[in-house]
């Protein structure tokens, strides 16, 4: 049953990677036997992910990719298809950003910088990777996205529509890309990271939050990277167009 969860043989592109649940990811992914480009728009923080994992034994290299840049993207999924050997299996689109106001005070400008890099930036770098992705049935798009995009959220309109924008494309891309053995699923996890900050240190706002979640703690990024382990191995392969909330019970 083990070697149903193993990754060996293959090629993974985890974006956002620099840090917090991209960072546990890709370390996840290289322990699980794959070859992984680590990517964020701050190539030092991805260097320093494919360095840790390199020095444990894993086999990883970075890159500078801003999500919504489809020149960046192309290069980015052709050095990811290079260290498989001419093939991508893996997709993770995780960059994401936050940019909160009430919706009264909402900006056009923040409303489309969050969309941009949440929507678009799934949008093009699936569409990048399209071309490298095999159809032996191994290939995997995994999008992140967030209880926001389920049942909504407070003070940021913008967030929980791009949220809610990458639960329909993933089942866009799974109904499409079915006739290529590919399959395209969606995890919405909560954990302890920076974009959650103000969330966990802010006295009220914790409080709230916590009494929210059945299981009353937040998760650690690397108790989140198991489930994208196993969206992308063979235990998952007759999976297609779901989402699961890894949430600690938050979305019931």
């Known amino acids: 049953m083990s070697d149903s969860f193993t990754l060996a043989g293959r090629s993974a592109l985890v974006t956002g990677a620099g840090g ?32 840790r ?3 444990a034994g894993g086999r990883a290299q970075a890159a500078a990719l801003d999500v919504t840049n489809a020149d960046q993207a192309t290069t980015a999924v052709e050095q990811a298809a290079d260290l498989g050997g001419g093939t ?18 909402m900006t056009p400008e923040k409303f489309r910088f969050v969309l941009d890099v949440h929507v678009g930036g799934t949008f093009t770098v699936t569409q990048a990777a399209l071309p ?7 290939g995997r798009v995994i999008n992140v996205t967030s209880a926001a995009g389920l049942v ?3 003070g940021q309109v913008n967030y929980g529509a791009a949220k809610a924008g990458i639960i329909g494309l993933t089942k866009s891309f ?31 706002l914790s409080e709230t939050t916590l ?12 108790e989140i990277a198991g489930t994208f382990v196993f969206f992308a191995s ?5 999976i297609t167009g779901q989402v699961l909330p890894v949430d600690g019970g938050m979305v019931i």
């Open 234 to 238: 063979d235990a998952a392969a007759y």
């Open 174 to 204: 799974a109904k499409e890309l079915a006739r290529r053995k590919i399959t395209a699923n969606a995890v919405a996890p909560l954990a302890a990271t920076n974009m959650t900050s103000t969330l966990r240190t802010d006295e009220k």
């Open 152 to 154: 909504g959220t407070i």
């Open 132 to 138: 490298h992705l095999p159809d032996d049935g191994t």
């Open 88 to 105: 991508l299996n893996i997709v993770v689109n995780n960059a994401g950003v936050i940019a909160p106001a009430m919706f009264p005070k």
């Open 53 to 55: 994992i390199v020095a």
């Open 211 to 222: 009494a929210r979640i059945p299981l009353g703690r937040w998760a650690s990024p690397d």
């Open 20 to 51: 917090g649940i991209g960072a546990a990811v890709a370390t996840a992914y290289a322990a699980a036997g794959a070859v992984v480009l680590v990517t964020d728009r701050d190539k030092d923080a991805a260097a320093a992910v494919a360095d």
